[in-house]
């Protein structure tokens, strides 16, 4: 069964960092282009940042542009997002998910994911 696991979510004060991981078991994360959403109460999960298998683009949500950073450890077939001034908006259960339809005009598309974590919670207050 394919897994996909999220860690390093936590409380940070606004301006704080937090770097969360994706790990994948029983599947190889090197085929896939892989997203992360985030998803805050009464909200509709929207797309935060991916990183293409093709060529290694990545893509950012307006909102984070500039200080949020994917990046992916083939080796350790993981994928990190390093959180950087965080701000009170930022809060949510941040998810992983894995795809291999994607193209940069829709890598924000949750529905074309395949596969997802179980989610890890930001929560960014002072």
């Known amino acids: 069964q394919v897994q996909l696991v999220e860690s390093g979510g936590g409380l940070a004060q606004p301006g704080g960092s937090l770097r969360l991981s994706c790990a994948a078991s029983r599947f190889t994360l090197d085929f896939y282009n892989i997203g992360w959403f985030r998803q805050a109460p009464g909200k509709e999960r929207e797309g935060v940042s991916c990183?293409?298998?093709?060529?290694?683009?990545?893509y950012y949500a307006d909102s984070v542009k500039g200080r949020f950073t994917i990046s992916r450890d083939n080796a350790k077939n993981t994928v990190y997002l390093q959180m950087n001034s965080l701000k009170p908006d930022d809060t949510a259960v941040y998810y992983c998910a894995a795809t291999i339809r994607m193209s940069g005009s829709n890598w924000y598309q949750a529905w074309r994911y395949d596969y997802w974590g179980q989610g890890t919670q930001v929560t960014v207050s002072s």
């Open positions: 990183i293409s298998i093709s060529d290694g683009r990545t």
